[in-house]
Antibody, heavy 120, light 107 residues
Framework: QVQLVQSGPEVKKPGASVKVSCKASGYTFTNYGISWVRQAPGQGLEWMGWISGFNANTNYAQKFEDRVIMTTDTPTSTVYMELGSLRSDDTAVYYC?????????????WGQGTLVSVSS | DIQMTQSPSSLSASVGDTVTITCRASQGISSWLAWYQQKPGKAPKSLIYDTSTLQSGVPSRFSGSGFGTDFTLTISNLQPEDFATYYCQQYNSYPLTFGGGTKVEIK
C-alpha cells in the first residue's frame, strides 16, 4: 500500500532552517511527483511547491521560492523540503502529498504531517 | 493566481441530511477540481478528483459536480463519520490553490 512517512516534529528559532523528510513506499517513486502543503494552526491548506520524482524538477509557489528547497533521494524514495529564514508565522503542520509527475494535479495520498514550531 | 472561494464556511446538519458545499474559482479551471476531507489532527483525505470522480473506497453518498468556475460537493444521507472540514483544490494551473474550507458540524 502507498505510504508517505514524514520525519518528526521540529522546534526552531527565528532565522534558522528546517529540513523535513517524506519517505515514500508502495509505488514506483519515479512515476509520481510530491507536493508540500502546510497548515498553520486553525487555518486552511497552503501549497508550497512540487518536485518531480522522475527528474527532480521543481515548481515553487512564489511566496516561498526565495527560501525553500525541495530535493529527492531516489535510491531511498525520499523527498526533502528545507525552509530557511524561519519566522514565527512559519509555525505549521507541513504535509507531503503525492501527485502526478508531469503536470499540476490533485493529491491522492498524504503524509501524516510534521509540526514545525518557530519560537524564540 | 486562481482564488478558490468556498461557501458556507461552516454548517450544522443532522445525521441523514443532505448537505451541499460550493466552491467558486476566480477564473475557469475546466474540470480540474478536487475535494478533500480533513478531521481534527489528521492529514487531509482525498475524496474526489476531476470534479466528479470518487477516489477508491469513498462512499457513493459523496458526489461532485460543476465545470469552469462553479463546483459543488454533495453529501447525501450524512453519517457520523462525515463531520469534518472539507476543502476544494484547483489544479488547472500553478500555483495550486485551495478553498478556505467548510466545517460540517453536528446539529
Amino acid at each position: 500500500q502507498v505510504q508517505l512517512v514524514q520525519s518528526g516534529p521540529e522546534v526552531k528559532k527565528p532565522g534558522a532552517s528546517v529540513k523535513v523528510s517524506c519517505k515514500a513506499s508502495g509505488y514506483t517513486f519515479t512515476n509520481y511527483g510530491i507536493s508540500w502543503v502546510r497548515q498553520a494552526p486553525g487555518q486552511g491548506l497552503e501549497w508550497m511547491g512540487w518536485i518531480s520524482g522522475f527528474n527532480a524538477n521543481t515548481n515553487y509557489a512564489q511566496k516561498f521560492e526565495d527560501r525553500v528547497i525541495m530535493t529527492t533521494d531516489t535510491p531511498t524514495s525520499t523527498v526533502y523540503m528545507e525552509l530557511g529564514s524561519l519566522r514565527s508565522d512559519d509555525t505549521a503542520v507541513y504535509y507531503c502529498a503525492r501527485g502526478a509527475d508531469s503536470s499540476s494535479s490533485d493529491f491522492d495520498y498524504w503524509g501524516q504531517g510534521t509540526l514545525v514550531s518557530v519560537s524564540s | 493566481d486562481i482564488q478558490m472561494t468556498q461557501s458556507p464556511s461552516s454548517l450544522s446538519a443532522s445525521v441523514g441530511d443532505t448537505v451541499t458545499i460550493t466552491c467558486r474559482a476566480s477564473q475557469g479551471i475546466s474540470s480540474w477540481l478536487a475535494w478533500y476531507q480533513q478531521k481534527p489532527g489528521k492529514a487531509p483525505k482525498s475524496l474526489i478528483y476531476d470534479t466528479s470522480t470518487l477516489q477508491s473506497g469513498v462512499p457513493s453518498r459523496f458526489s461532485g459536480s460543476g465545470f469552469g468556475t462553479d463546483f459543488t460537493l454533495t453529501i447525501s444521507n450524512l453519517q457520523p463519520e462525515d463531520f469534518a472540514t472539507y476543502y476544494c483544490q484547483q489544479y488547472n494551473s500553478y500555483p495550486l490553490t485551495f478553498g478556505g474550507g467548510t466545517k460540517v458540524e453536528i446539529k
